[in-house]
Structure formats: structure tokens, C-alpha cells
């Protein structure tokens, strides 16, 4: 698969300490087992001139104090809160200064955040979705992508997860509603 790296940004999801470090409150093996794969990805994009995105899922402690329905903490128990070291991005991962780092409080990266207006304002139409966990912010960022009509790439070999069949169900979903999967190895920046 080759895409052109001034039409491309590599998403980054979630890789963050809450999620891929063993004292993080929601870690899970597959998103650490994810680190590498992410940094690898990263590193080829930004050599080739791709455009990069991380995104930070950050929960200020009152977010949810007002909630009718929608309660991240009642389901997940409190996690990265804003100011926190679970919050930070994983140390493996360190963005560029002309990386865009998004902030969310979402499972969507696009709920309410600068991401759309900033990819458009770059001419970017593949996105190169990789990161933590497959069948949350993963497929919820990648489904809102198609949606927008960009087209989302989900990479197999580099999405983390808390248990394989969930990483296997959100890949299977997103190859068969709105986006394509393959692996960093059938990707190309040319």
C-alpha cells in the first residue's frame, strides 16, 4: 500500500501511560506490546515526510460530575486524569515539535477537538490509525474518520488491546463498515 506522505498523517491513539505502563490503572499487556510497533511507524512517517498526530485521552476530575448518561469513571474507574502521570504519553514516544498532539475526553478524537480543521487545513486524506485499546478510542476514532470522509487504515501489528478477540473484533468491524487493515509492513510512504 503506498501513500503519499503529503496526503497522510500516522494517528497515534491513546499511547499513554495509564494504558501501556504496568502502574498505569488501566493497563493492559497489548497496548505496552503496542509501544514498539507505534514508535517504529512513527519514525518511517516522519523520515518520509508524513504528517503525525498523538492523541491524549485526558479527563479533568469533574468531567463526568454532571453526566446523564455517559460516565468514562462509572465504567473504567478514574483514569488519566489531566495533570497526571497517567495522562502523559508513553517516554518510547516523543513528538516532534510539528506533531500535533490532541487532547480528548472522548473515545472520538474528533468529539469536540481541533483534529478535523487541523488535518484539512494540511490537505490530509489517509489516515494511518494505530494505537491503544482496538475496540474503544480505535475503532471510535477510525469509524468518525470514514464517517468525515477520510479514509482510515487500521495497522493489525500495531494496535493494543486488553484481550486478542477484542483487537480482532474491532479490526473486523473496521475492515467491513468504513476503513481498510493491513500491517506496517504493507505500508509505504512513496
Not at 490503572?25 to 514508535?39: F, H, K, N, R, T
Not at 463498515?177 to 493491513?182: A, D, I, Q, S, Y
Request: net charge negative; with cysteine.
Amino acid at each position: 500500500m503506498r501513500l503519499d506522505p503529503n496526503a497522510t498523517a500516522v494517528v497515534v491513539i491513546d499511547m499513554q501511560n495509564g494504558f501501556c505502563h504496568p502502574d498505569g490503572s488501566l493497563y493492559a499487556p497489548g497496548s505496552e506490546e503496542a509501544i514498539e510497533p507505534c514508535a517504529e511507524l512513527v519514525d518511517r512517517a516522519s523520515e518520509a515526510g508524513a504528517t503525525v498526530v498523538f492523541t491524549r485521552d485526558v479527563h479533568p476530575p469533574e468531567q463526568f460530575e454532571d453526566a446523564h448518561y455517559y460516565d468514562e469513571f462509572e465504567r473504567w474507574g478514574e483514569h488519566v486524569l489531566e495533570g497526571s502521570w497517567e495522562a502523559e504519553l508513553v517516554d518510547e514516544l516523543d513528538p516532534d515539535d510539528a506533531d500535533l498532539i490532541v487532547e480528548k475526553h472522548t473515545y472520538d478524537a474528533f468529539y469536540r477537538t481541533e483534529l478535523e480543521g487541523w488535518l484539512n487545513a494540511r490537505g490530509i486524506d489517509d489516515l494511518v490509525i494505530v494505537g491503544t485499546l482496538a475496540n474503544v478510542c480505535v475503532l471510535h476514532t477510525a469509524s468518525s474518520a470514514g464517517l468525515r470522509d477520510y479514509r482510515p487504515i487500521l495497522l493489525e501489528d500495531a494496535v493494543g488491546a486488553i484481550e486478542d478477540d477484542h483487537r480482532e473484533y474491532a479490526l473486523e468491524h473496521a475492515d467491513f463498515l468504513f476503513g481498510e487493515v493491513t500491517t506496517r509492513e504493507d505500508v509505504e510512504f512513496a
